[in-house]
C-alpha cells in the first residue's frame, strides 16, 4: 500500500513538474481537451 500510494504520489509532482516548467503547452492542452 506504500508503495503505491508514494508512488501515485511522485506521479502527481512529476505532473506538477511538468505544468510549471511548460505552463503555456498544459494551458493550451486543457483548452484543447475542453474544445
Known sequence: MLLA????VVQQH???????RHPLKSSEEVVAKRE
Do not use: K, P
Open 14 to 20: 512529476a505532473l506538477q513538474l511538468m505544468i510549471q
Open 5 to 8: 500510494g508514494g508512488h501515485h
